[in-house]
């Protein structure tokens, strides 16, 4: 990759605090113009990586450089080449949108004579226009995000970090933020977003999978789901479901098997050979199989998969 292209170079990033790793030599870069996800559970260890790499938590060791700064030597330089949007609500609720704004184009030090344009120019992307003067308590919580993310970019940093962005936000404002998400990418910001919805991870060019603070796997959606699979996968439905997933850890040719919903994904070496098998083996132990097929893998089994196999919890049979 052309050094000009890319956005973020992490090289071997460790984070402890005390005796805890919070990141584990996590090594990735990130191109221009990507949308770059970050996918685990909560405590995994993306935040903090986020928190290095803008600039508020100085690494262990490693190195990383973001924008063309060290992140270690020149926090303050990174600081003013990105924009950055946490995980909690960060504007002020007792203030107007409009105040907000103004706000924070003063913290980004936003030229006085392009304040005005680059505000409006918020608004209209955020959805925002005419609602200014609301109070920002007032506003829904996808308002609020929207908002926040307005704010965030009102310098047009060429990186954006976004920090589980939508939690607690419904179903149809995530889908309105992401398509803001897709907006900027295409017009060459770097957006660099933790999540841990494994459906939103679906809107990222490339991922990184963490757990423990260890990257455990890293491609688009669809390498993912094609490469980290050690095996082909089954959709079971059955009853009980407590007494199947049990049953099932000790079945024939089972590498993996978990509840998802009100069925089980059973991971197998072949999909044709363990139909037939399992179906038997279930019905042999009194579960009652409604359904049994194969199914491509979700990045949830992909992590699952993932997962266990760092836990050592099953060994293929």
Same mark, same amino acid.
């Given at each position: 990759?052309?050094?000009?292209?890319?956005?973020?170079?992490?090289? *071997?990033?460790?984070?402890?605090?005390?005796?805890?790793?919070?990141?584990?030599?996590?090594?990735?870069?990130?191109?221009?113009?990507?949308?770059?996800?970050?996918?685990?559970?909560?405590?995994?260890?993306?935040?903090? /990586?986020?928190?290095?790499?803008?600039? $508020?938590?100085?690494?262990?060791?490693?190195?990383?450089?973001?924008?063309?700064?060290?992140?270690?030597?020149?926090?303050?330089? %990174?600081? =003013? #080449?990105?924009?950055?949007?946490?995980?909690?609500?960060?504007?002020?609720?007792?203030?107007?949108?409009?105040?907000? $704004?103004?706000?924070?184009?003063?913290?980004?030090?936003?030229?006085?004579?392009?304040?005005?344009?680059?505000?409006?120019?918020?608004?209209?992307? &955020?959805?925002?226009?005419?609602?200014?003067?609301?109070?920002? @308590?007032?506003?829904? *919580? @996808?308002?609020?995000?929207?908002?926040?993310?307005?704010?965030? %970019?009102? #310098?047009?940093?060429?990186?954006?970090?976004?920090?589980?962005?939508?939690?607690?936000?419904?179903?149809?404002?995530?889908? =309105?933020?992401?398509?803001?998400?897709?907006?900027?990418?295409?017009? @060459? %910001?770097?957006?660099? %977003? /933790?999540?841990?919805?494994?459906?939103?991870?679906? !809107?990222?060019?490339? $991922?990184?999978?963490? !757990?423990?603070?260890?990257?455990?796997?890293?491609?688009?959606?669809?390498?993912?789901?094609?490469?980290?699979?050690?095996?082909?996968?089954?959709?079971?439905?059955?009853?009980?479901?407590?007494?199947?997933?049990?049953?099932?850890?000790?079945?024939?040719?089972?590498?993996?098997? &978990?509840?998802?919903?009100?069925?089980? #994904?059973?991971?197998?070496?072949?999909?044709?050979?363990? /139909?037939?098998?399992?179906?038997? !083996?279930?019905?042999?132990?009194?579960?009652?199989?409604?359904?049994?097929?194969?199914?491509?893998?979700? $990045?949830?089994?992909?992590?699952?998969?993932? /997962?266990? +196999?760092? +836990?050592?919890?099953?060994?293929?049979?």
């Amino acid at each position: 990759m052309n050094t000009a292209d890319r956005s973020v170079l992490i090289d *071997s990033l460790v984070k402890r605090f005390g005796d805890f790793t919070a990141v584990d030599h996590i090594s990735l870069e990130t191109r221009r113009g990507e949308i770059f996800g970050f996918l685990g559970p909560n405590g995994a260890g993306k935040s903090t /990586t986020i928190r290095v790499l803008c600039g $508020l938590l100085r690494p262990t060791s490693g190195r990383a450089t973001v924008a063309g700064f060290d992140v270690a030597r020149e926090p303050e330089s %990174v600081r =003013q #080449h990105i924009g950055y949007m946490s995980q909690k609500f960060s504007l002020y609720n007792d203030l107007k949108v409009i105040e907000n $704004l103004r706000l924070f184009a003063g913290l980004y030090n936003v030229p006085r004579d392009l304040v005005d344009e680059r505000i409006a120019w918020a608004l209209e992307m &955020a959805n925002l226009k005419g609602k200014e003067a609301r109070m920002t @308590g007032t506003l829904p *919580s @996808g308002w609020k995000q929207r908002l926040a993310l307005g704010c965030a %970019v009102l #310098h047009r940093p060429p990186i954006i970090f976004l920090d589980e962005p939508t939690s607690g936000v419904d179903p149809i404002s995530r889908r =309105q933020f992401w398509d803001l998400i897709h907006q900027m990418a295409a017009e @060459g %910001v770097t957006v660099f %977003v /933790t999540t841990h919805y494994m459906e939103e991870a679906e !809107y990222c060019n490339r $991922l990184a999978m963490i !757990y423990r603070g260890k990257m455990v796997a890293l491609g688009t959606p669809t390498e993912l789901k094609q490469k980290s699979m050690k095996g082909e996968l089954l959709l079971i439905e059955c009853e009980p479901l407590g007494v199947a997933v049990e049953t099932l850890q000790g079945g024939p040719g089972v590498l993996d098997a &978990a509840v998802f919903g009100n069925a089980l #994904h059973v991971l197998v070496p072949n999909a044709g050979v363990g /139909t037939a098998q399992l179906q038997a !083996y279930l019905v042999a132990h009194e579960v009652q199989v409604s359904k049994i097929e194969p199914i491509r893998p979700s $990045l949830e089994d992909v992590f699952v998969a993932l /997962t266990s +196999e760092r +836990e050592g919890r099953k060994e293929p049979v």
